[in-house]
């Protein structure tokens, strides 16, 4: 690369770009550039309701309209590639995703791969033989209790049009749950100020078979799975099948892998050793 690449980055469920404040500080003092996207409805485009804040209404938050209702994939592919444009007037672009950040990324690569230069997913969905939501069914995800969460359901979601979640519990065993998910080596500070960056909506747009990889398109762009080993939301074991299956779709374009220590949050918490690792992918 001739230029200095800058890393887009893409983040998960109920997240938004502030969660990448740590890790942008970190490219930045080894001389990189990035950027993080806000997907619609997330950043300053969220809902917070009044009933979200303490002392909560719960009654009330479970009726209260979201701005992210009706947003969908489609929706947040465009979000990254309006801004891949932008970027790419600079130069070279690293597309990074993060969970749920990487169907977005994925259905961006389909539709535009020649703005990316490089693709990388830190321990984020790619989905290839199943749409994203079928692998919640499958034996690599066995370990994972999705019924620890249903205490912090807010509403329906069939009638707000969006998945609400109450982050701002007291519940002891909501948070030991949420803790136990994404956080479990950070400490109860830590946990709790990561929490207090999430926001209680997210879309219900997982994708469908169309929004799985491409060997015409996405199979194009060299990409990296960054392994997260202690992760307990997306197990290692799942990693492991994704990245299997993206080579069997595409052999002569294999994933390059590495594994960082660390739950789902940690890298995030602890930027250093991903921020190498990511400027250690410009030097290829």
């Not at 080596?185 to 747009?205: A, I, V």
Request: aromatic share 8%; proline share 7%; charged share 20%.
């Amino acid at each position: 690369m001739t230029n200095p690449p800058t890393f887009v980055l893409v983040h998960g469920a109920f997240a938004n770009s502030f969660s990448f404040a740590p890790l942008q500080a970190e490219l930045a003092l080894l001389g990189h550039r990035s950027v993080a996207v806000d997907l619609p409805g997330h950043g300053f485009e969220a809902t917070f309701p009044a009933s979200y804040q303490a002392p909560q209404d719960l009654d009330a938050l479970a009726a209260e309209p979201g701005s992210i209702k009706g947003v969908t994939l489609a929706d947040n592919a465009a979000r990254v590639i309006e801004v891949l444009e932008r970027a790419r007037r600079n130069g070279p672009t690293v597309l990074v995703a993060h969970s749920r950040g990487g169907i977005t990324a994925t259905a961006v690569a389909n539709a535009r791969p020649e703005l990316i230069d490089r693709i990388v997913y830190v321990s984020a969905w790619c989905p290839v033989d199943l749409d994203a939501g079928g692998y919640y069914g499958q034996p690599e995800m066995a370990s994972v209790d999705l019924g620890a969460f249903a205490a912090s359901l807010v509403g329906n979601p069939g009638e707000l049009g969006l998945l609400r979640t109450n982050f701002r519990t007291a519940d002891p065993a909501a948070l030991a749950a949420f803790k136990e998910a994404f956080a479990a080596d950070l400490t109860d500070d830590e946990f709790r100020t990561f929490l207090n960056l999430f926001q209680p909506d997210e879309n219900l747009d997982g994708g469908t078979s169309a929004d799985r990889a491409q060997a015409a398109t996405w199979g194009l762009i060299p990409r990296t799975y960054v392994r997260l080993a202690h992760d307990t939301s997306i197990p290692l074991a799942m990693q492991d099948r994704m990245i299997r299956e993206a080579d069997a779709l595409t052999p002569g374009n294999p994933f390059d892998v590495s594994t960082l220590e660390g739950s789902h949050l940690r890298w995030l918490v602890h930027p250093g050793p991903a921020a190498a690792l990511l400027a250690r992918l410009t030097a290829r």
